[in-house]
């Protein structure tokens, strides 16, 4: 099993341009999320899926979507990059009501000048 | 909503020596409380956990403790080692909620 996968793992953009980070997850889990993680902040919830086909928002929603594609995929967009939201993000999953434990994946860092 | 504080921010300790980590939370609903470990550069991953009907719970070097009275849950690591230098992050939630509420992390450095 691959685990939880991201793409990009870098990505730089401009102020104003727009662009979809996407994640995978191999291991039939029912809840994803998106964070992200900035210096001294810990992780912040973005937006999660409790189960194919809803999401709802977190802690820092604004200026981004999500989309639950299917059971394994769950995308974040940002429409209009701003430098606030240079960060590094992280998708995660979890199986479900069974068990709490969260699987992260890789990562990506994203710069937006 | 719960809100996590984590203390310290840094921590440095000799090697061979005790490390302790300390997180209190806001909402007494909460009865589920996951540490993560973050190497540098890599992800966060689950090292212990602990749920509201135990007081402590270890798991060879390491180990939990919560308080449910004070609100407050501990990650204790005895004898210090080099690969134990990582970003150390408690989190809080309950059963039924999806969401994982973070402190903003501990890094601990292991002095050789």
């Known amino acids: 099993n691959a685990g939880v996968t991201q793409t990009p793992k870098f990505q730089v953009l401009k102020t104003g341009q727009s662009m979809t980070l996407q994640c995978a997850q191999d291991m039939n889990h029912n809840s994803m999320y998106w964070y992200r993680q900035d210096p001294g902040m810990g992780l912040r919830l973005i937006y999660y899926s409790a189960s194919e086909g809803t999401t709802d928002k977190g802690e820092v929603p604004n200026g981004y979507n999500v989309s639950r594609l299917n059971k394994r995929e769950f995308s974040l967009r940002l429409e209009s990059a701003a430098p606030s939201q240079t960060s590094v993000y992280f998708c995660?999953?979890?199986?479900?009501?069974?068990?709490?434990?969260?699987?992260f994946g890789p990562g990506t860092r994203l710069t937006v000048t | 909503g719960e809100n996590v504080e984590q203390h310290p921010s840094t921590l440095s300790v000799q090697e061979g020596d005790s490390a302790v980590i300390k997180c209190t939370y806001s909402?007494?609903?909460?009865?589920?409380f996951p540490w993560y470990k973050q190497e540098l550069g890599k992800r966060p991953q689950l090292i212990i956990d602990i749920r509201s009907n135990v007081g402590e719970k270890k798991d060879q070097r390491i180990a939990v403790t919560l308080n449910k009275t004070a609100k407050h849950f501990s990650l204790h690591i005895t004898e210090t080692q080099p690969e134990d230098s990582a970003v150390y992050f408690c989190?809080?939630?309950?059963?039924?909620?999806?969401?994982?509420?973070f402190g903003t992390g501990t890094r601990l450095t292991i002095i050789p």
């Open positions: 909402d007494s609903a909460s009865n589920y």
């Open positions: 995660a999953s979890r199986p479900g009501t069974a068990s709490y434990e969260q699987y």
């Open positions: 989190a809080a939630s309950h059963f039924g909620n999806e969401k994982l509420t």
